[in-house]
């Protein structure tokens, strides 16, 4: 079965540090690209960043590029997201999945306070 | 950066309805589209990915259609558990972007 777990979501300042965390397994890890999405409070889906298969080549959204660092190890089957200079709109639900959407985690919730 | 419209952003139904719901690519994205169904605060299911196949374990009365720009979501035969929210989404040019989303309630 396939399963995706994201961990290291919290109450962060404004200006603050934070990085998410994917678990993945039942599946070829180092076979599919990846993504994180965010779901801010009442809103729609956002995508914020993707990763190449092998990590080689990643992708950002204008709304977190130079800001946001993803990362992956396909050694331990774990997706990163560095996410840095956090602002009160980066406040969200964060959701790892793969490229295609066929499979996405439970959602870590971050909240970043001003 | 691809701009996908989804229409309607809102839709009324009742039990045993069909529902279409359509989204529109600015700009080609062949099949590489999917859908999405999310229940308040859970997850986004996946339906339908490259346009028109069924993800394993979803059951029929999701179709999904389209190729280029034009794509569309039916539901038949609405059931009490398909009221929620629907994304689609193209995975075919970075950065990857979703639609607006489409309610369907009662």
């Known amino acids: 079965e396939v399963q995706l777990l994201e961990s290291g979501g919290g109450l962060i300042q404004a200006g603050g540090s934070l990085r998410l965390s994917c678990a993945a397994s039942?599946?070829?890890?180092?076979?599919?690209?990846l993504s994180w999405v965010r779901q801010g409070p009442g809103k729609g889906l956002e995508w914020v960043s993707g990763i190449s298969n092998s990590g080689v080549s990643t992708f950002y959204a204008d709304s977190v590029k130079g800001r946001f660092t993803i990362s992956r190890d396909n050694s331990r089957n774990m997706l990163y997201i560095e996410m840095k200079n956090l602002t009160v709109g980066d406040t969200a639900v964060y959701y790892c999945?793969?490229?295609?959407?066929?499979?996405w985690g439970q959602g870590t919730l971050v909240t970043v306070s001003s | 950066d691809i701009q996908m419209t989804q229409s309607p952003s809102s839709v009324s139904a009742s039990v045993g309805d069909r529902v279409s719901i359509t989204c529109r690519a600015s700009q080609g994205v062949s099949n590489y589209l999917a859908w999405f169904q999310q229940r308040p605060g859970k997850a986004p299911k996946s339906l339908i990915y490259a346009a028109s196949t069924l993800q394993s374990g979803v059951p029929s009365k999701f179709s999904g259609s389209g190729s280029g720009t034009d794509f569309t979501l039916t539901i038949s035969g609405l059931q009490p558990e398909d009221f929620a929210t629907y994304y689609c989404?193209?995975?075919?040019?970075?950065?990857?972007?979703f639609g607006g989303g489409t309610k369907v309630d009662i």
């Open positions: 989404q193209q995975y075919h040019t970075y950065p990857l972007t």
């Open positions: 999945a793969k490229r295609d959407g066929a499979h």
């Open positions: 039942g599946f070829m890890f180092n076979g599919y690209a």
